[in-house]
């Protein structure tokens, strides 16, 4: 079942968010870490505290009343000035994936495509004409399943430099 985050919900979202630090940490540790599980629930309840926004989305993915997945999102509005700006999306309602984490045991069982589903039906509710996120093009687990379960293209790369 998906739903929004509901008051509760932190400590069962803390078991997803330490499985994704593990795996990107793993895979790339200079940008990575394992989130600091002392006082994550903790964390995580402020955020689900947080004010309803009414563009941004939290959700929940449940399994046999366990929260196994979670997914953030919110919508942009068009830009001022989109016009004289290089990309045409900046003239469009925006869909912005801000995060997808499956707890490890519950991945490539559906959970993530159920809830990057709710997001892009919610998105398209808002008004969105086009959906963006980030994701690290080195792992074998998320840009496969952006890319070829979801429908995604690749469109941009972003640079860094540590200064």
Known sequence: MIRRHRPGDAAELARGWLDAGR???ALAPDTFQVPESEGLAEYLAREEAAPDEPDVLRLVAEVDGRVVGSAAARVV???????YQLQREFAETRLLV?????EEAYRRRGVGER??????????????????????PES?????????????????????KRL
């Open 77 to 83: 509005r068009p830009q001022a000035g989109a016009g």
């Open 140 to 160: 074998a687990l998320s840009l496969p399943f952006f890319t070829e379960r979801m429908g995604y293209d690749r469109r941009s790369v972003r640079l860094w």
């Open 23 to 25: 795996y990107y940490a």
């Open 98 to 102: 801000d995060a997808v984490v499956i």
């Open 115 to 136: 809830l990057m589903d709710a997001v892009e039906v919610w998105g398209r509710e808002q008004g969105a004409s086009v959906s963006l996120l980030d994701t690290y």
